[in-house]
């Protein structure tokens, strides 16, 4: 038994003759015969007597007719499934995003993205570079937002802002009274940094070498959230990314280094082929265009 030989079956009970159901399905009356035959020999069993042009169902046809309009439905569900998925309107895009960026940048685009497809399920997860570019190239997620991902993954990256970052310390800290803080300045602070393998740590560290300085880490913490919350709570100072939401924080303070830009290029990083999915390459290209803009 196939699924055409339902289908047609079920065109002709809605179409009343074995030509309007030909008419209906786009084919001709011969090949509709042609179906009703071979689901009778698969069945065994009549399913249809004629009177003159019309057809009226046996006694099996009727007890067939229920589960023919059944198995049609679940295929007409099944094609308009399959046309929102080509069409970006359902299924699931999986990204990645780091902090700040996954709460300041990212999820406003999401939002937007959402209201235009209410079907369409997004996944965010937030994790540091190594860990979502690692996902990206086992193809557990479309894309991420991250710094450039390590060469060895081989995977695409396109630029699209730079994070700027600054000191991140208490009001009352003595290097916020000071007029000019220098990198030098760090060596007597206490310093919270975040993992090793952290693209901000490797940017802090490296700007830091740059001018001669070597810090030494009082406190890891592998959250840019958690190190946030450590300053605020007199744990010592740390260089974090800069974004609007740090900036009206109670008791806190931002304070650019003199002497040393401490900067990390972001952007879009996915796996050197088309993305899957209508949706998937829409939504790469709308979060593209937003953090261009900044």
Do not use: W
Not at 111 to 129: I, K, M, N, W, Y
Not at 213 to 223: A, D, H, K, T, Y
């Amino acid at each position: 038994m196939e699924l055409r030989h339902l289908e047609t079956f079920a065109a002709v009970l809605e179409a009343g003759t074995f030509l309007a159901a030909a008419r209906a399905l786009g084919c001709s009356q011969s090949t509709v015969t042609l179906h009703m035959q071979e689901l009778e020999q698969d069945l065994g069993l009549p399913l249809f007597e004629r009177e003159g042009r019309r057809v009226r169902l046996t006694p099996a046809g009727e007890s067939l007719r229920g589960v023919s309009q059944r198995v049609r439905d679940s295929v007409q569900a099944l094609r308009r499934a399959a046309d929102e998925l080509r069409d970006g309107g359902a299924g699931e895009v999986a990204l990645g995003a780091v902090e700040p960026a996954a709460s300041v940048r990212v999820t406003p685009v999401l939002s937007a993205f959402s209201r235009l497809r209410p079907r369409l399920r997004l996944r965010l997860e937030v994790s540091g570079t190594a860990t979502l570019s690692r996902r990206v190239a086992e193809g557990r997620l479309a894309f991420a937002v991250c710094s450039p991902p390590a060469a060895s993954l081989g995977l695409a990256f396109e630029p699209c802002f730079r994070q700027r970052m600054a000191l991140l310390l208490p009001r009352r800290h003595p290097l916020a009274r000071q007029r000019r803080i220098r990198a030098r300045d760090l060596v007597s602070a206490r310093m919270l940094l975040t993992e090793h393998g952290c693209a901000y740590r490797e940017a802090t560290e490296s700007a830091l070498r740059g001018r001669g300085v070597q810090v030494e880490c009082c406190l890891e913490i592998g959250s840019v959230t958690a190190l946030r919350a450590a300053v605020r709570d007199g744990l010592g100072v740390a260089l974090v990314p800069v974004d609007r939401v740090l900036r009206t924080e109670a008791g806190l303070c931002l304070r650019e280094l003199s002497d040393v830009d401490v900067t990390l290029v972001m952007g879009l990083t996915r796996r050197d082929q088309p993305l899957a999915t209508r949706a998937e390459t829409a939504l790469f290209g709308e979060l593209a265009a937003a953090l261009s803009r900044g």
